[in-house]
Structure formats: structure tokens, C-alpha cells
């Protein structure tokens, strides 16, 4: 009789005293046996420790607790939490985030029939808090899906964190790269797609929480310190010179997706960073297209005002 893998749910966590119940229900609800939840807190002052401890109290063995006695930041806060993980497999999930039924059982499989996959991934809802509506759903056009360190690359990595499940012994050296404090995934994912073969699972697996406080909130704060995701990836591999095209377009890309965003906020913003997109891939007519539109306020204005009606057709073009 098959073993199944023993699996690690790796969940950070900061002041989510309120929502940190609701994820930590949607794993233990799963229909998967081997399966340890080992959470890291980020010296929290809300609250979470407590009901963190109840949790750890409730659920001895299966539940693995990591307090720090300071703040460490995001990226030194996972790197807490996978240096606790003894599962073969690491499922991640956001402290505010949701796994949706059946999701490790399903992923597993993936990992169970295709022994050369490293990295699996799936759509992922993504919700507004306050309302509880649907904005979006990752991973959903089949023109965006990651099959290798190409698309790793050019496509921007793979949105929906709580979507990604991984070995255990394809995790780079060092874990996540501390010189990114606060957005160092991406050069996480990139790492894995050197090691072995990425698959996507069919199906909707999680649900990730819009609430104006996460990452996904504040791009243009940490524009730099993503774009270093994949300096840092070249610095490490030099033996992967070939990539360094790849490289470009990904930067050009994730610059272009910025400026996409401030043309309703600021034009000249978005002006300077479409200049940037331009100069780090000149055959792209998406990015001339757009720098002609910022240039022009009245246009820009428009753009920004129909921006909600304009981003699924330029998702659609994959910009």
C-alpha cells in the first residue's frame, strides 16, 4: 500500500487576531490525514498569539506553533515557518487566506502521479473582505500559465500564493532570500522551477483576502525591491546567462503592469515608468501604446477613469 506524503501547511501570520480562526479552519476542514499546520507569528500585538496557543493547546503533534519574541519582517518570518516544516510536501497559505474543500488531497495527487513535478499551483478567488464580493479568479486564462523558468520569468510568477504546494527537498539554500524583506516569493518560485517541473492543478483551491493592507495593495512601494527578485535570480545563477533576455521582458513587463495601475492616480508616474518598460523591451508595442496614451492627459484620464473595463482586455493580452 502507497504511503501518502506527510504534508506541511506553512502559515505566516501578523495582528489577523480576527481572521486567523477562518484560515486555520479551512485546513483543518481538509479531507487529507498527514498533515501538520505549522504557523509563525510575527510578534503580534492584537491579540493572535492567544488564539494561536488555544489552537496549539486544542491540536498537540499536529499543530506547530513558532512565537517570535521580535519582529522580523515578512520574508524572515517564512523562513521561521519553513525551518519548522517536516512534511515531504509544503502547502503555503496567507494568515488572512483560505483553503477551499479538498484542496491538499487534490494537490497531493498532482505530486503522487508526476514524481518529477517540484512546484504545483491552481486558480485561487480572489474576495473583497469588507463585502465578501468576487474580484477575480488567478491562473484562470490558459494563456498565463507557468510550465517553466521562462514563464516564471516573463509572466511575473504565479499569483495567488496560497495556490503553491512544493517539495520540501527542492527548497533553495538559505530558503527565502533575506536581502528581500518584504517580496522576496517570486525569486522563491524561480528557484523551484530550476529544480524540476511545474503543474498546474485544474479547479478553483483557494480564496485570497482583498482588505488594502497586503503586498498586493502596495506595488508601487515595493516596485524596487520586486524588480531586485530578479536581479538577485541572475547574481545567483550565472550559469543561466540565456535567461538574461527573459530577464528583461519580465522586468519591462512588471514595470508596464505598474504604470497600467498609476494612470489613474498619477500620470507622470506612469509616464516615467512606461519609459522604463520601453527601454528594457523595445519590441513590445504594448508599452509604446500605453507610453503614447500617458503623454496624452485627456487620454490618460480616460484610460485611468475605464480602467476596471480596460484591464481584462489587456489581461487578455497578457500585458
Not at 503533534?61 to 519582517?73: A, E, S, T, V
Request: charge should be neutral; charged fraction near 25%.
Amino acid at each position: 500500500m502507497t504511503v501518502l506524503p506527510k504534508v506541511s501547511v506553512m502559515i505566516i501570520t501578523y495582528n489577523q487576531k480576527s481572521l486567523i480562526s477562518e484560515t486555520i479552519e479551512s485546513v483543518l476542514l481538509q479531507d487529507y490525514e498527514r498533515l501538520e499546520i505549522v504557523v509563525a507569528d510575527d510578534a503580534s500585538t492584537d491579540g493572535t498569539q492567544l488564539v494561536l496557543q488555544e489552537y496549539a493547546s486544542k491540536y498537540p503533534g499536529k499543530f506547530i506553533l513558532m512565537l517570535n519574541k521580535k519582529n522580523l519582517g515578512i520574508t524572515r518570518n517564512c523562513n521561521t515557518a519553513l525551518s519548522a516544516c517536516t512534511g515531504e510536501l509544503i502547502a503555503v497559505l496567507g494568515g488572512d487566506d483560505l483553503f477551499l474543500s479538498g484542496k491538499i488531497s487534490a494537490q497531493v495527487g498532482v505530486f503522487v502521479d508526476h514524481p518529477e513535478v517540484n512546484l504545483s499551483y491552481h486558480a485561487v478567488e480572489v474576495f473583497q473582505h469588507q463585502t465578501g464580493k468576487i474580484l477575480d479568479v488567478t491562473n484562470s486564462n490558459p494563456k498565463g500559465d507557468i510550465r517553466n523558468i521562462e514563464d516564471m520569468l516573463t509572466k511575473l510568477g504565479i499569483p495567488g500564493g496560497s495556490s503553491l504546494m512544493h517539495r520540501r527537498s527542492a527548497i533553495p539554500p538559505g530558503g527565502y532570500d533575506e536581502r528581500l524583506p518584504m517580496v522576496s516569493d517570486w525569486l522563491f518560485m524561480l528557484e523551484l522551477a530550476l529544480s524540476g517541473e511545474i503543474r498546474k492543478l485544474d479547479g478553483v483551491y483557494a480564496r485570497y483576502r482583498k482588505h488594502g493592507q497586503g503586498a498586493s495593495d502596495r506595488t508601487l512601494e515595493f516596485l524596487e525591491e520586486s524588480l531586485r527578485n530578479v536581479d538577485l535570480f541572475l547574481e545567483k545563477h550565472p550559469e543561466r546567462a540565456d535567461l538574461i533576455v527573459y530577464c528583461d521582458r519580465a522586468k519591462a513587463r512588471y514595470i508596464a503592469g505598474e504604470a497600467f495601475r498609476q494612470l489613474r492616480v498619477d500620470r507622470e508616474v506612469a509616464e516615467k515608468l512606461l519609459t522604463r518598460s520601453v527601454s528594457l523591451d523595445r519590441d513590445n508595442r504594448k508599452y509604446l501604446i500605453l507610453l503614447g496614451i500617458s503623454k496624452v492627459p485627456i487620454i490618460a484620464g480616460i484610460a485611468g477613469y475605464f480602467l476596471h473595463l480596460i484591464k481584462a482586455k489587456l489581461k487578455s493580452l497578457a500585458l
